[in-house]
Structure formats: C-alpha cells, structure tokens
C-alpha cells in the first residue's frame, strides 16, 4: 500500500479542485487527473511488478503539475494555516494574528482558505484539533478521554464527543478501537507476508 497525504491548501494546485471535492468520495483518477491518468497509473503498475514503488511515478507526476501552477496562493494559504493551526509544532494562534503574519487581511485569508480548500478556516481547525487529539490517543491503549480533551483545546469531554461524532459519526472510544483493530490487521497481515 502507498499513500500520499496532501494538505488541503495544495490540493487545488495540485489536482485542480479544491480538497474538500475529495473528503469522503471515491472519485475517478480522470476526474482529476484528466488524460493524464491512464499513463500515470500505467507507469505505477509498471514499477510495482518491476519491484519498485508506484510513489515514484506519482511523484514525480507531482513535481511535474507544480511546475505548472502558480503556488503563490497555496504557500500564502499554507503558511497561514501553521500558524493557525500550530501545525510544525507552533502554538495555534488567532486567524486574524496568522494573517498579519502573512501580510493580508483576515476576510481576505479567509476567502483564500475557502477557495484553495474548499472549507472554512474553521471547519479545517475542527478537524485538525480532532485529527491531533485521536493521534495522541493512538499512542496508549486506554486513553484519559477527559485530560486529551482538555489538553486539546475541548471544553470538556462532552464536548469532545460532540466534535467527535459530529466530524466521523462516531464517540472517540469507537474511533480509537477501530483504528487499533485496523493496526492490529495491519501488522498481523504484514508479518505473516500478506501484504
């Protein structure tokens, strides 16, 4: 298996279309790819029955398409959403110190974000503040619901739960045992040289 993650705001200069056109949707590579899709994923089968990756060809397929685009929207975006979100490790901070930080106004990022992204500036800092708090929980087996909520900037754990389902339908608790059966598979699948 291989996989490349993209953050939402490179989407649209990557692939043409906004990252929230892809949440949660099967959606045919020519869709997005356009002519581009059968070669590509002809060069990728390529390489995989030749024992090499088919994130060579993908790669490269990347770099290609930014070559291609103006990325200035999309850095200006990206730069804005580290500090927001406190993504690298920063300390989030308010949207409208992060667009101060990049030289526009907060109405302005705003309609930047929605338009590279396809979601709103706070829609992306539910979901990441969700993604970093079901991270943390990955690393132990039974987690303190209360202390990663807070910890996370939940008010408390019932908020917690209502972001949660909201977001994936689901309590954090049916969230975190999912995700360890699916690594538990994983690994099992792969010792045994089923992968």
Do not use: N
């Amino acid at each position: 298996m291989a996989a490349v993650v993209v953050r939402p705001e490179w989407t649209r200069a990557i692939f043409g279309v906004p990252g929230a056109r892809l949440d949660d949707d099967a959606v045919p590579a020519g869709d997005i790819l356009g002519p581009s899709a059968a070669p590509l994923r002809d060069r990728a089968v390529a390489r995989v029955l030749g024992g090499g990756s088919p994130m060579v060809p993908l790669l490269a397929w990347v770099e290609d398409r930014l070559t291609r685009v103006d990325l200035g929207a999309s850095r200006l975006v990206g730069a804005a959403l580290d500090r927001a979100l406190g993504r690298e490790g920063g300390v989030p901070v308010a949207l409208h110190r992060a667009a101060d930080a990049v030289g526009v106004s907060e109405r302005h990022l705003r309609r930047l974000v929605r338009r590279m992204t396809g979601a709103g500036a706070k829609g992306l800092h539910r979901v990441h503040r969700l993604q970093q708090l079901v991270e943390a929980a990955d690393r132990v087996e039974r987690p303190r619901w209360s202390s990663l909520a807070v910890a996370h900037g939940f008010y408390d754990q019932a908020h917690l739960i209502q972001e949660c389902r909201a977001l994936t339908g689901e309590t954090p608790v049916e969230v975190h045992r999912h995700r360890r059966d699916e690594h538990v598979r994983f690994f099992q699948y792969a010792v045994a040289g089923r992968l």
